[in-house]
Protein backbone atom coordinates (compact mmCIF):
# COMPACT_ATOMS: atom_id res chain seq x y z
CA UNK A 1 0.00 0.00 0.00
CA UNK A 2 1.42 3.64 -0.71
CA UNK A 3 2.13 6.10 1.94
CA UNK A 4 -1.16 7.86 2.27
CA UNK A 5 0.46 11.11 1.21
CA UNK A 6 2.34 9.99 -1.98
CA UNK A 7 1.96 11.47 -5.26
CA UNK A 8 1.10 8.42 -7.77
CA UNK A 9 2.48 9.07 -11.50
CA UNK A 10 -0.41 9.39 -13.82
CA UNK A 11 -1.28 5.72 -15.80
CA UNK A 12 -1.38 6.14 -19.82
CA UNK A 13 -2.01 3.23 -21.89
CA UNK A 14 -0.62 3.38 -25.58
CA UNK A 15 -3.07 1.47 -27.15
CA UNK A 16 -4.70 0.44 -30.50
CA UNK A 17 -5.61 -3.04 -31.92
CA UNK A 18 -3.66 -2.82 -35.36
CA UNK A 19 -0.62 -3.51 -35.45
CA UNK A 20 2.27 -0.69 -37.32
CA UNK A 21 0.20 2.43 -36.72
CA UNK A 22 2.64 4.06 -34.47
CA UNK A 23 2.36 2.65 -31.16
CA UNK A 24 5.61 2.19 -29.76
CA UNK A 25 6.79 4.88 -31.51
CA UNK A 26 4.52 7.53 -29.89
CA UNK A 27 4.81 5.52 -26.58
CA UNK A 28 9.05 5.74 -26.74
CA UNK A 29 9.24 9.53 -28.60
CA UNK A 30 6.66 10.55 -26.30
CA UNK A 31 8.22 9.07 -23.24
CA UNK A 32 11.24 10.82 -24.11
CA UNK A 33 10.36 14.24 -24.72
CA UNK A 34 8.11 13.90 -21.46
CA UNK A 35 11.23 12.87 -19.80
CA UNK A 36 13.01 16.25 -20.46
CA UNK A 37 10.45 17.88 -17.84
CA UNK A 38 9.50 14.60 -15.76
CA UNK A 39 9.97 11.27 -14.56
CA UNK A 40 8.89 8.76 -16.76
CA UNK A 41 8.61 5.11 -16.59
CA UNK A 42 8.14 3.26 -19.81
CA UNK A 43 6.35 -0.48 -19.39
CA UNK A 44 6.78 -2.41 -23.02
CA UNK A 45 3.71 -4.71 -22.70
CA UNK A 46 4.21 -6.00 -25.94
CA UNK A 47 5.86 -9.60 -26.34
CA UNK A 48 8.03 -8.35 -29.44
CA UNK A 49 9.49 -5.90 -27.33
CA UNK A 50 10.03 -2.82 -29.90
CA UNK A 51 9.96 -0.14 -27.31
CA UNK A 52 12.35 -1.99 -25.52
CA UNK A 53 15.03 -2.04 -28.36
CA UNK A 54 14.51 1.71 -29.41
CA UNK A 55 15.62 2.29 -25.72
CA UNK A 56 18.74 0.48 -26.57
CA UNK A 57 17.48 -2.63 -24.60
CA UNK A 58 18.04 -5.35 -27.22
CA UNK A 59 16.68 -8.85 -26.58
CA UNK A 60 19.82 -10.57 -25.64
CA UNK A 61 20.38 -7.62 -22.46
CA UNK A 62 16.83 -7.56 -21.44
CA UNK A 63 16.25 -10.14 -18.75
CA UNK A 64 13.39 -10.25 -16.39
CA UNK A 65 10.96 -7.80 -17.60
CA UNK A 66 6.77 -7.67 -17.61
CA UNK A 67 6.45 -11.17 -17.70
CA UNK A 68 8.56 -11.59 -14.08
CA UNK A 69 6.57 -8.68 -12.74
CA UNK A 70 3.02 -9.44 -13.86
CA UNK A 71 3.36 -13.47 -13.25
CA UNK A 72 4.63 -12.20 -9.28
CA UNK A 73 7.60 -13.67 -9.59
CA UNK A 74 9.69 -10.50 -9.19
CA UNK A 75 8.43 -7.23 -7.50
CA UNK A 76 8.31 -4.75 -9.97
CA UNK A 77 10.66 -2.31 -8.81
CA UNK A 78 13.52 -4.92 -9.27
CA UNK A 79 13.02 -5.06 -12.61
CA UNK A 80 13.26 -1.61 -13.76
CA UNK A 81 16.22 -0.28 -15.88
CA UNK A 82 17.94 2.85 -16.48
CA UNK A 83 18.13 3.86 -20.49
CA UNK A 84 20.75 6.06 -21.92
CA UNK A 85 17.69 9.51 -21.12
CA UNK A 86 18.09 11.12 -18.06
CA UNK A 87 14.28 10.37 -16.12
CA UNK A 88 13.56 7.80 -18.19
CA UNK A 89 13.17 4.20 -17.08
CA UNK A 90 11.66 0.84 -18.59
CA UNK A 91 10.03 -2.59 -17.79
CA UNK A 92 11.23 -4.29 -20.96
CA UNK A 93 9.28 -7.11 -22.24
CA UNK A 94 11.30 -9.99 -21.55
CA UNK A 95 11.10 -13.18 -24.13
CA UNK A 96 8.69 -14.88 -21.88
CA UNK A 97 6.05 -12.70 -22.39
CA UNK A 98 4.78 -14.22 -25.63
CA UNK A 99 3.81 -16.50 -23.40
CA UNK A 100 1.89 -14.88 -20.81
CA UNK A 101 -1.42 -13.80 -22.42
CA UNK A 102 -2.54 -17.95 -22.52
CA UNK A 103 -0.88 -18.38 -18.77
CA UNK A 104 -2.58 -15.63 -16.99
CA UNK A 105 -6.25 -17.14 -18.40
CA UNK A 106 -5.87 -19.34 -15.72
CA UNK A 107 -4.77 -17.44 -12.76
CA UNK A 108 -6.96 -15.48 -10.53
CA UNK A 109 -7.61 -11.89 -11.06
CA UNK A 110 -6.39 -12.60 -14.38
CA UNK A 111 -7.52 -9.01 -15.82
CA UNK A 112 -5.83 -6.72 -12.63
CA UNK A 113 -2.29 -8.51 -12.48
CA UNK A 114 -0.73 -5.16 -13.46
CA UNK A 115 -2.70 -3.42 -12.16
CA UNK A 116 -1.93 -4.99 -8.55
CA UNK A 117 1.92 -5.05 -9.43
CA UNK A 118 1.55 -1.04 -9.95
CA UNK A 119 -0.45 -0.97 -6.48
CA UNK A 120 2.45 -2.86 -4.84
CA UNK A 121 5.51 -1.19 -5.85
CA UNK A 122 3.30 1.99 -5.09
CA UNK A 123 6.27 3.34 -3.48
CA UNK A 124 8.93 3.03 -5.79
CA UNK A 125 6.51 4.28 -8.29
CA UNK A 126 5.55 7.62 -6.52
CA UNK A 127 8.81 8.75 -7.88
CA UNK A 128 7.37 8.95 -11.43
CA UNK A 129 5.71 11.94 -12.86
CA UNK A 130 3.85 9.31 -15.68
CA UNK A 131 3.74 5.14 -16.76
CA UNK A 132 3.47 5.05 -19.96
CA UNK A 133 2.50 1.44 -21.34
CA UNK A 134 3.34 0.23 -24.84
CA UNK A 135 0.36 -2.58 -25.72
CA UNK A 136 0.81 -5.50 -28.16
CA UNK A 137 -1.54 -5.01 -31.61
CA UNK A 138 -5.08 -7.07 -30.20
CA UNK A 139 -7.08 -6.28 -27.71
CA UNK A 140 -6.46 -9.37 -25.69
CA UNK A 141 -5.58 -10.10 -22.00
CA UNK A 142 -2.21 -8.20 -22.00
CA UNK A 143 -3.93 -5.00 -23.47
CA UNK A 144 -6.65 -5.38 -21.19
CA UNK A 145 -4.63 -5.75 -17.87
CA UNK A 146 -3.35 -2.29 -19.25
CA UNK A 147 -6.44 -0.50 -19.41
CA UNK A 148 -7.48 -1.87 -16.16
CA UNK A 149 -4.31 -0.40 -14.63
CA UNK A 150 -4.80 2.54 -16.54
CA UNK A 151 -5.83 6.23 -15.79
CA UNK A 152 -6.41 6.91 -19.68
CA UNK A 153 -5.56 5.57 -22.78
CA UNK A 154 -3.81 7.04 -25.65
CA UNK A 155 -4.91 6.08 -29.21
CA UNK A 156 -2.20 6.43 -32.10
CA UNK A 157 -4.22 6.55 -35.61
CA UNK A 158 -2.71 5.86 -38.82
CA UNK A 159 -4.26 8.49 -41.43
CA UNK A 160 -5.37 5.52 -44.08
CA UNK A 161 -7.98 4.21 -45.54
CA UNK A 162 -9.44 2.06 -42.55
CA UNK A 163 -8.49 4.05 -39.46
CA UNK A 164 -11.92 4.70 -38.25
CA UNK A 165 -12.87 1.25 -38.39
CA UNK A 166 -10.49 0.00 -36.38
CA UNK A 167 -11.13 2.72 -33.69
CA UNK A 168 -14.45 1.09 -33.17
CA UNK A 169 -13.80 -1.89 -31.84
CA UNK A 170 -11.31 -0.54 -29.08
CA UNK A 171 -13.86 2.27 -27.89
CA UNK A 172 -16.02 -1.12 -27.48
CA UNK A 173 -13.47 -2.52 -25.43
CA UNK A 174 -12.29 1.06 -23.64
CA UNK A 175 -16.73 1.23 -22.43
CA UNK A 176 -16.52 -2.23 -21.30
CA UNK A 177 -13.74 -1.87 -19.56
CA UNK A 178 -15.18 1.34 -17.75
CA UNK A 179 -18.43 -0.60 -17.38
CA UNK A 180 -17.39 -3.35 -15.38
CA UNK A 181 -13.35 -3.47 -14.77
CA UNK A 182 -12.23 0.51 -14.43
CA UNK A 183 -14.69 3.02 -14.39
CA UNK A 184 -12.38 6.11 -14.24
CA UNK A 185 -10.67 5.11 -17.33
CA UNK A 186 -10.66 8.04 -19.52
CA UNK A 187 -9.89 8.66 -23.37
CA UNK A 188 -6.45 10.83 -23.45
CA UNK A 189 -6.76 11.09 -26.85
CA UNK A 190 -6.02 10.43 -30.69
CA UNK A 191 -2.90 10.94 -32.30
CA UNK A 192 -2.84 11.13 -35.77
CA UNK A 193 0.60 9.29 -37.05
CA UNK A 194 2.09 9.17 -40.81
CA UNK A 195 0.77 11.82 -41.95
CA UNK A 196 1.59 12.62 -45.17
CA UNK A 197 0.09 16.26 -46.40
CA UNK A 198 0.49 15.60 -50.12
CA UNK A 199 -1.62 12.25 -49.64
CA UNK A 200 -5.43 13.42 -50.24
CA UNK A 201 -6.42 10.43 -48.62
CA UNK A 202 -4.03 11.14 -45.51
CA UNK A 203 -5.89 14.53 -45.30
CA UNK A 204 -9.06 13.27 -45.75
CA UNK A 205 -9.03 10.71 -43.19
CA UNK A 206 -7.44 13.49 -40.41
CA UNK A 207 -10.50 15.43 -41.39
CA UNK A 208 -12.55 12.70 -40.81
CA UNK A 209 -10.81 11.75 -37.27
CA UNK A 210 -11.35 15.21 -36.33
CA UNK A 211 -15.40 15.83 -37.28
CA UNK A 212 -16.06 12.33 -35.45
CA UNK A 213 -13.69 12.80 -31.93
CA UNK A 214 -13.91 16.71 -32.22
CA UNK A 215 -10.70 18.00 -29.69
CA UNK A 216 -10.51 14.18 -28.75
CA UNK A 217 -7.91 14.76 -30.90
CA UNK A 218 -4.27 16.23 -30.53
CA UNK A 219 -3.88 19.31 -32.67
CA UNK A 220 -0.31 17.88 -33.22
CA UNK A 221 -0.07 15.59 -36.00
CA UNK A 222 3.09 13.24 -36.08
CA UNK A 223 4.20 13.21 -40.14
CA UNK A 224 5.48 10.36 -42.26
CA UNK A 225 9.37 10.60 -41.52
CA UNK A 226 12.32 8.27 -42.89
CA UNK A 227 14.52 9.47 -39.50
CA UNK A 228 11.21 7.69 -36.89
CA UNK A 229 11.78 4.19 -39.34
CA UNK A 230 15.77 4.23 -39.14
CA UNK A 231 15.77 5.23 -35.81
CA UNK A 232 14.74 2.03 -34.05
CA UNK A 233 17.43 -0.48 -35.65
CA UNK A 234 20.07 2.23 -33.80
CA UNK A 235 18.60 1.58 -30.52
CA UNK A 236 17.62 5.21 -29.67
CA UNK A 237 14.05 7.25 -30.01
CA UNK A 238 14.14 9.69 -33.10
CA UNK A 239 14.56 12.29 -30.14
CA UNK A 240 18.24 10.90 -29.73
CA UNK A 241 18.56 9.80 -33.30
CA UNK A 242 18.00 12.76 -35.25
CA UNK A 243 16.54 15.39 -32.94
CA UNK A 244 16.33 18.22 -35.78
CA UNK A 245 13.81 15.43 -38.10
CA UNK A 246 10.49 16.63 -38.63
CA UNK A 247 9.66 13.56 -36.88
CA UNK A 248 11.84 14.42 -33.53
CA UNK A 249 10.22 17.76 -33.71
CA UNK A 250 6.29 16.69 -33.96
CA UNK A 251 7.12 14.22 -30.89
CA UNK A 252 8.34 17.51 -29.05
CA UNK A 253 5.01 19.21 -29.66
CA UNK A 254 3.08 16.22 -29.01
CA UNK A 255 4.86 16.05 -25.66
CA UNK A 256 4.30 19.78 -25.16
CA UNK A 257 0.78 19.83 -25.84
CA UNK A 258 -0.05 16.68 -23.91
CA UNK A 259 1.26 18.75 -20.95
CA UNK A 260 -0.62 21.49 -21.50
CA UNK A 261 -3.74 19.19 -21.71
CA UNK A 262 -3.11 17.85 -18.60
CA UNK A 263 -2.90 20.75 -16.93
CA UNK A 264 -6.00 22.38 -18.10
CA UNK A 265 -7.51 19.34 -16.76
CA UNK A 266 -5.80 19.26 -13.16
CA UNK A 267 -7.87 22.56 -12.90
CA UNK A 268 -11.42 21.86 -14.16
P1 LIG B 1 2.89 -0.32 -33.68
O1 LIG B 1 3.59 -0.26 -32.38
O2 LIG B 1 1.53 0.27 -33.64
O3 LIG B 1 2.89 -1.69 -34.29
P2 LIG B 1 5.19 1.12 -34.70
O4 LIG B 1 5.33 2.32 -33.84
O5 LIG B 1 6.11 -0.03 -34.40
O6 LIG B 1 3.69 0.63 -34.71
O7 LIG B 1 5.36 1.58 -36.21
C1 LIG B 1 5.30 0.63 -37.27
C2 LIG B 1 6.44 0.92 -38.25
O8 LIG B 1 6.24 2.21 -38.83
C3 LIG B 1 7.80 0.95 -37.60
O9 LIG B 1 8.73 0.44 -38.50
C4 LIG B 1 8.05 2.43 -37.34
O10 LIG B 1 9.41 2.74 -37.33
C5 LIG B 1 7.33 3.07 -38.53
N1 LIG B 1 6.79 4.38 -38.20
C6 LIG B 1 6.01 4.72 -37.12
N2 LIG B 1 5.67 6.00 -37.17
C7 LIG B 1 6.23 6.52 -38.29
C8 LIG B 1 6.24 7.82 -38.91
N3 LIG B 1 5.60 8.85 -38.37
N4 LIG B 1 6.93 7.96 -40.07
C9 LIG B 1 7.57 6.92 -40.63
N5 LIG B 1 7.61 5.69 -40.11
C10 LIG B 1 6.94 5.47 -38.94
MG1 LIG C 1 4.34 -1.83 -31.20
Redesign the pocket.
Known sequence: MPAPDSKQPRRIVVA?Q?????????AVNLATALASRKRVLLIDL?PQG?ASTSLGLPRSERGAGTYAALLGSHPLPDLLRATKIPNLSVLPADSDLAGAEIEMVDLPEREFRLSVCLERAADALATYDHILV?CP?SLGLLTLNALVAADSVLV?LQTEFFALEGVSALTRTIERVRGNLNPKLALEGIVL??FDRRNNLSVAVAADVRAHFKDKVFQTV?????R??EA?SHGLPVLLYDIRSA?ALAYIELAAEFLRRERRLARV
Request: proline share 15%; charged share 20%.
Open positions: NKGGVGKTTTDNDPPTMIPRNIITPG
